[in-house]
């Protein structure tokens, strides 16, 4: 039942709901949970999600859910976020591609998608920085080295990216 005010005006009854989109997370948070690389409760987790859940939904060429073809995209997702990829670019393409598509204009699903990025992009986390070798590389613990703060892409990609290894 509506409440007063939140009617639907637009003579539709059906409300729009972003199922590709929470098909694409729950698929991430799957594959994350499986890895167990991370705390489901820690930001880096988060990242991991939202990158491969990014990944997921944007691979989606065809507007279908993935349903039991999952484990047939595990390749496809693997050389998506892989290190090498320009995967930043990629999102950036498909995201415009999709707004100016006929699934995109006022989609709940590009929506957060679009949420999911900019969250991506503008929050940075502190991360070990892998580019620098300290003195005596080999006798620091993994929380003593060198940090450097970096966009949450950065860090949760590679680690969907690993996670997708582990499943």
Not at 18 to 46: N, Q
Not at 69 to 92: F, I, K, N
Not at 114 to 119: V, Y
């Amino acid at each position: 039942m509506l409440h007063r005010g939140h009617e639907n005006t637009d003579g539709d009854d059906d409300a729009a709901v972003p199922m590709a989109w929470f098909y694409a997370e729950y698929i991430a948070d799957e594959l994350l949970r499986t890895g167990d690389l991370m705390p489901p409760a820690s930001v880096e987790f988060r990242a991991g999600r939202d990158a491969l859940a990014l990944t997921v939904f944007l691979s989606d060429t065809d507007g279908e859910l993935p349903g039991i073809r999952v484990v047939s995209q595990l390749e496809t997702w693997l050389s998506l976020t892989a290190y090498d990829q320009p995967w930043q670019d990629w999102v950036g393409e498909r995201m415009a591609a999709l707004a100016a598509g006929p699934r995109g204009a006022g989609s709940p699903d590009l929506a957060l998608a679009e949420a999911a990025w900019r969250w991506l992009v503008e929050t940075e986390l502190l991360a070990p920085d892998l580019d620098a070798v300290p003195d005596g590389a080999g006798a620091l613990g993994e929380d003593e080295g060198p940090k450097v703060w970096t966009p949450a892409w950065q860090l949760g990609l590679p680690l969907g990216h690993l996670a997708i290894h582990l499943f």
